[in-house]
């Protein structure tokens, strides 16, 4: 009997042809001890979730192929598996949780039935023994009264009830392999510490071994006992995590590990330029009236002050639902505000009617979240970035000259400009985006989570352009992030918000070390990986 | 900074060099279809030059012939050529397709547009919409021509109307769900004219469903039309079209078949040519169907 719960060797999993590169993942050893947390951490591309999959045996059909080596689940080799034994060891001997719970659970059954459904495949016991089992089970992850819980929908869960339904699926017979494939990157910070909790907690009780997938050195130091570090289909390093993440041996982990921004800023000098831009009470509400005037009416955000000044940058941050990004559309004026003044200078832009506001509009400008969709896929990228200069008048080699120069500025090529968006990479369409807003000349760059999708190493990038076109063009830069690593490296100033309402606002470095209010002190005690130290010369 | 410079190179897809070889090579049966649609449009266009007469001019001595050499399908019950009828047939089923096809989609967009970028227009002109929906369309159509009068202009609005609320749905769902996508609201932050707005952003996402959409109008329109000649109440008597050579033939089924039997199989085949068409057009352009890889790496 081998304690042994997982040993991948030598995995080799070919691409399609015409891929970037000839194999996903290439003579890929990992093994994985009962009761024990393996981490692979890699950026996207790097082959992290192929493997995974590949030992559920959940590759796409046709497209991706294993062709060497042998996957070990408990001395069993699942590649050579039928059918019937994987779906037969699917959920008994090894099972998943996804990072989307929002998609991962059906949406028309209870949660309770979609843990008995698991129960109902894979044992003979009946409904009153299943029941039971899977009450305890969701006792196990600690949901609050697992009765009514039991028959809820998932869309009456919140993001975190539903991971842990997800994890009282999957754990529910007892496998000996848990695979979490990035569990927590869709949560907030504060559920993601409850869940990276219950995982530990449920392992350890259990003696699952669990393979973590995750991008996140963060998390890495909060949860694992070993590391194993991936890039472009490759393993580059490996060992007890400690030992990786205090003495990286591979540049590239070693470049990862220094790519993850601290959680102990430095104080800076308050910026004394003048005020760009400046909030007054603003409010927005949102299904207030309704025909009958009884609609649940959501107060996104409330009585929000705020002031940035030219050459700052004012990080708003909070969790989701805090209203931070709905400030931000005000601002831009992408939603109407219910009442209070935006004013730039000293035009109060509220509320000016699309007609009066356009003039103004070219002085706020906004970088979006999602670098795939703040792009029009059907027009170049020169169109895109040209699009604002021409609307207001600039002739079209003009605005184009110009679009070369931004090009540069941006770190792309001038050429990029008759590429279409497909065909960059999401820091690269990142910097596009930031080219597009620079364009129009603005006082106020608006950066909504514009990181948040990006891998480590390339966020550190984009965060250096904004900081860099900041100082260049003396922006005030307003910076909305969950994240509040990002938020310590770039912010001079520091707002936290919480179900709309700003909780404590101040210099960067006095929030971050001596915060005042205790939704503050939540967010960063759940931080994961405050007890580190990233960000120290490494 | 390196990562970023070095831009990919540019992915080699055959699709976008020679789309219609690529699109027939995958697609063999569309292959065919087209070929079969494009014969009966150079028919319809050809028309006079096709060894054809007049398809309205009676012959009362020579009624009823077998094909021949001078009446390729044989004549009908008034001595008219069939072959012509047919022939000339075809332009009144295509026009109307088109025309239906056309007046629709124009149509339809134009109304989804104003009505979701009109807010208190949007409840009103959709339950309209619903209201059209819920009454059959050809029963619709029977009662617009009874109303107006046969002319081919009554019988292609009578057939556009019902088909206008579906247009109407699937144009107003492409674009409330457009208008949300990041790089609309860049557009309007970097002060883009709303009918710029549409036309650039919006309305391209509309174009790949319409197109399907409108291969499966004119396959419909086609049978709305020949079921109104058939019926009476469509293409005025004197004319050919498919469904009143149908209609008169009925008749005499028993002893000449094919005078009903040649139109039919004249608008069963474009039909299904039409529509087949149109099904690869949807697997084509519709991304969720035509790339199912990617992604999971």
Same mark, same amino acid.
């Given at each position: 009997?081998?304690?042994l719960a997982l040993d991948v060797?030598?995995?080799?999993?070919?691409?399609?042809? *015409?891929?970037?590169?000839?194999?996903?993942?290439?003579?890929?050893?990992i093994q994985v001890r009962r009761?024990e947390?393996v981490?692979?951490?890699?950026?996207?591309?790097?082959?992290?979730?192929?493997t995974a999959f590949t030992v559920m045996g959940l590759?796409?059909?046709?497209?991706?192929?294993?062709?060497?080596?042998?996957v070990l689940l408990e001395g069993e080799d699942v590649l050579?598996a039928?059918?019937?034994r994987l779906r037969e060891l699917r959920g008994t001997r090894m099972a998943m949780i996804f990072?989307?719970? #929002?998609?991962?659970?059906?949406?028309?059954?209870?949660?309770?039935?979609? =843990?008995?459904?698991v129960?109902?495949?894979h044992?003979?016991?009946?409904?009153?023994?299943?029941?039971?089992?899977?009450?305890?089970?969701?006792?196990?992850?600690?949901?609050?009264?697992?009765?009514?819980?039991?028959? &809820?929908?998932?869309?009456?869960?919140?993001? *975190?009830?539903?991971?842990?339904? #997800?994890i009282?699926a999957a754990m529910v017979l007892d496998p000996h392999l848990l695979i979490a494939d990035?569990?927590?990157?869709?949560?907030?910070?504060?559920?993601?510490?409850?869940?990276?909790?219950?995982?530990?907690?449920?392992q350890?009780?259990r003696g699952t071994g669990v393979l973590f997938i995750?991008?996140?050195?963060?998390?890495?130091?909060?949860?694992?006992?070993?590391?194993?570090? #991936?890039?472009?289909?490759?393993?580059?390093?490996?060992?007890?995590?400690?030992?990786?993440?205090?003495?990286?041996?591979?540049?590239?982990?070693?470049?990862?590990?220094?790519?993850?921004?601290?959680?102990?800023?430095?104080?800076?000098?308050?910026?004394?330029?003048?005020?760009?831009?400046?909030?007054?009470?603003?409010?927005?509400?949102?299904?207030?009236?309704?025909?009958?005037?009884?609609?649940?009416?959501?107060?996104?955000?409330?009585?929000?002050?705020?002031?940035?000044?030219?050459?700052?940058?004012?990080?708003?941050?909070?969790?989701?639902?805090?209203?931070?990004?709905?400030?931000?559309?005000?601002?831009?004026?992408?939603?109407?505000?219910?009442?209070?003044?935006?004013?730039?200078?000293?035009?109060?832009?509220?509320?000016?009617?699309?007609?009066?506001?356009?003039?103004?509009?070219?002085?706020?400008?906004?970088?979006?979240?999602?670098?795939?969709?703040?792009?029009?896929?059907?027009?170049?990228?020169?169109?895109?970035?040209?699009?604002?200069?021409?609307?207001?008048?600039?002739?079209?080699?003009?605005?184009?000259?110009?679009?070369?120069?931004?090009?540069?500025?941006?770190?792309?090529?001038?050429?990029?400009?008759? !590429?279409?968006?497909?065909?960059?990479?999401?820091?690269?369409?990142?910097?596009?985006?930031?080219?597009?807003?620079?364009?129009?000349?603005?006082?106020?760059?608006?950066?909504?989570?514009?990181?948040?999708?990006?891998?480590? &190493?390339?966020?550190?990038?984009?965060?250096?352009?904004?900081?860099?076109?900041?100082?260049?063009?003396?922006?005030?830069?307003?910076?909305?992030?969950?994240?509040?690593?990002?938020?310590?490296?770039?912010?001079?100033?520091?707002?936290?918000?919480?179900?709309?309402?700003?909780?404590?606002?101040?210099?960067?470095?006095?929030?971050?070390?001596?915060?005042?209010?205790?939704?503050?002190?939540?967010?960063?005690?759940?931080?994961?990986?405050?007890?580190?130290?990233?960000?120290?010369?490494? | 900074?390196?990562?970023?410079?070095?831009?990919?190179?540019?992915?080699?897809?055959?699709?976008?060099?020679?789309?219609?070889?690529?699109?027939?090579?995958?697609?063999?049966?569309?292959?065919?279809?087209?070929?079969?649609?494009?014969?009966?449009?150079?028919?319809?266009?050809?028309?006079?030059?096709?060894?054809?007469?007049?398809?309205?001019?009676?012959?009362?001595?020579?009624?009823?012939?077998?094909? @021949?050499?001078?009446?390729?399908?044989?004549?009908?019950?008034?001595?008219?050529?069939?072959?012509?009828?047919?022939?000339?047939?075809?332009?009144?089923?295509?026009?109307?397709?088109?025309?239906?096809?056309?007046?629709?989609?124009?149509?339809?967009?134009?109304?989804?547009?104003?009505?979701?970028?009109?807010?208190?227009?949007?409840?009103?002109?959709?339950?309209?919409?619903?209201?059209?929906?819920? =009454?059959?369309?050809?029963?619709?159509?029977?009662?617009?021509? @009874?109303?107006?009068?046969?002319? !081919?202009?009554?019988?292609?609005?009578?057939?556009?109307?019902?088909?206008?609320?579906?247009?109407?749905?699937?144009?107003?769902?492409?674009?409330?769900?457009?208008?949300?996508?990041?790089?609309?609201?860049?557009? =309007? @932050?970097?002060?883009?004219?709303?009918?710029?707005?549409?036309?650039?952003?919006?309305?391209?996402?509309?174009?790949?469903?319409?197109?399907?959409?409108?291969?499966?109008?004119?396959? @419909?329109?086609?049978?709305?039309?020949? =079921?109104? &000649?058939?019926?009476?109440?469509?293409?005025?008597?004197?004319?050919?079209?498919?469904?009143?050579?149908?209609?008169?033939?009925?008749?005499?089924?028993?002893?000449?078949?094919?005078?009903?039997?040649?139109?039919?199989?004249?608008?069963?085949?474009?039909?299904?040519?039409?529509?087949?068409?149109?099904?690869?057009?949807?697997?084509?352009?519709?991304?969720?169907?035509?790339?199912?890889?990617?992604?999971?790496?």
């Open positions: 009997m081998t304690d060797r030598g995995l080799t999993v070919r691409l399609p042809a *015409g891929a970037d590169r000839a194999h996903a993942v290439e003579e890929v050893s009761g947390i981490c692979i951490v890699g950026e996207s591309g790097s082959g992290k979730s192929v590759l796409p059909k046709g497209d991706l192929v294993p062709t060497a080596g042998e050579k039928a059918p019937a990072q989307e719970p #929002m998609t991962a659970l059906n949406p028309v059954v209870t949660v309770g039935d979609q =843990i008995d459904e129960l109902r495949i044992t003979s016991l009946g409904p009153a023994e299943r029941r039971a089992k899977a009450l305890d089970i969701m006792g196990a992850i600690r949901l609050p009264d697992p009765e009514r819980i039991y028959a &809820s929908y998932p869309h009456q869960l919140s993001g *975190g009830q539903r991971q842990r339904i #997800m009282a990035e569990p927590t990157t869709a949560l907030d910070v504060t559920t993601q510490a409850q869940i990276l909790a219950l995982i530990r907690d449920l350890a009780r995750t991008h996140d050195f963060g998390v890495v130091a909060e949860i694992a006992d070993r590391v194993v570090v #991936m890039q472009r289909g490759r393993v580059v390093e490996e060992g007890p995590a400690e030992e990786v993440l205090r003495r990286p041996r591979h540049d590239y982990t070693r470049m990862l590990i220094g790519a993850v921004p601290g959680l102990d800023p430095e104080p800076r000098e308050p910026v004394a330029g003048p005020v760009a831009l400046e909030t007054q009470a603003l409010d927005k509400t949102y299904g207030a009236g309704g025909l009958f005037g009884r609609g649940r009416v959501v107060r996104a955000a409330t009585d929000v002050h705020l002031q940035v000044r030219r050459g700052e940058t004012l990080g708003i941050v909070g969790e989701s639902g805090s209203g931070k990004t709905t400030v931000a559309r005000c601002i831009a004026r992408l939603v109407d505000p219910t009442s209070g003044a935006i004013r730039l200078g000293d035009v109060d832009i509220a509320r000016l009617p699309e007609r009066r506001l356009r003039p103004h509009r070219r002085r706020v400008q906004i970088v979006f979240q999602d670098p795939y969709r703040s792009l029009n896929p059907r027009r170049t990228v020169g169109a895109s970035v040209i699009e604002g200069p021409m609307n207001f008048g600039l002739a079209r080699d003009a605005a184009l000259a110009r679009a070369r120069q931004l090009m540069e500025l941006v770190g792309l090529s001038p050429d990029a400009l008759e !590429r279409y968006p497909h065909q960059f990479s999401g820091g690269q369409r990142q910097r596009i985006a930031i080219a597009r807003a620079l364009a129009m000349e603005p006082e106020i760059l608006i950066a909504d989570e514009a990181v948040s999708a990006l891998d480590v &190493s390339v966020q550190a990038q984009v965060l250096d352009l904004l900081d860099d076109v900041k100082r260049r063009f003396d922006l005030a830069l307003l910076f909305i992030t969950h994240d509040l690593r990002v938020a310590a490296q770039i912010c001079d100033r520091i707002m936290v918000m919480e179900r709309g309402l700003v909780v404590e606002a101040g210099p960067t470095h006095r929030v971050f070390t001596a915060p005042e209010h205790p939704y503050t002190r939540a967010l960063l005690a759940a931080a994961p990986g405050r007890g580190f130290g990233f960000g120290r010369a490494a | 900074m390196a990562r970023a410079q070095t831009l990919p190179e540019e992915p080699v897809r055959a699709a976008r060099r020679a789309p219609v070889l690529a699109f027939v090579r995958r697609y063999p049966v569309a292959g065919l279809a087209a070929l079969i649609l494009g014969l009966i449009v150079l028919a319809a266009l050809l028309a006079p030059v096709l060894w054809t007469v007049d398809p309205k001019a009676l012959a009362p001595t020579q009624r009823m012939r077998m094909p @021949s050499a001078a009446h390729w399908f044989g004549t009908d019950q008034f001595g008219r050529d069939v072959w012509s009828r047919v022939v000339y047939g075809a332009q009144v089923s295509l026009i109307v397709a088109l025309a239906v096809a056309t007046i629709s989609v124009i149509a339809g967009t134009l109304i989804a547009v104003v009505s979701t970028y009109i807010r208190w227009l949007d409840g009103l002109v959709m339950r309209i919409m619903d209201g059209l929906m819920a =009454i059959p369309g050809i029963l619709l159509a029977i009662a617009l021509v @009874s109303l107006s009068g046969a002319s !081919r202009l009554t019988v292609i609005m009578a057939i556009t109307i019902p088909e206008i609320p579906r247009v109407v749905r699937l144009v107003r769902s492409v674009v409330l769900s457009v208008r949300e996508e990041p790089y609309v609201e860049a557009a =309007i @932050s970097v002060g883009t004219p709303l009918p710029q707005l549409l036309w650039r952003h919006v309305l391209p996402n509309c174009v790949p469903p319409l197109i399907v959409q409108a291969t499966y109008i004119a396959a @419909s329109a086609m049978l709305t039309e020949a =079921i109104l &000649s058939f019926l009476g109440a469509g293409t005025p008597p004197e004319f050919p079209s498919w469904g009143n050579m149908m209609a008169e033939g009925r008749t005499f089924f028993p002893i000449a078949p094919r005078i009903v039997l040649i139109p039919g199989v004249a608008l069963a085949l474009t039909i299904l040519a039409v529509n087949v068409l149109g099904d690869a057009l949807r697997d084509r352009l519709d991304p969720k169907l035509a790339k199912r890889t990617g992604g999971l790496r």
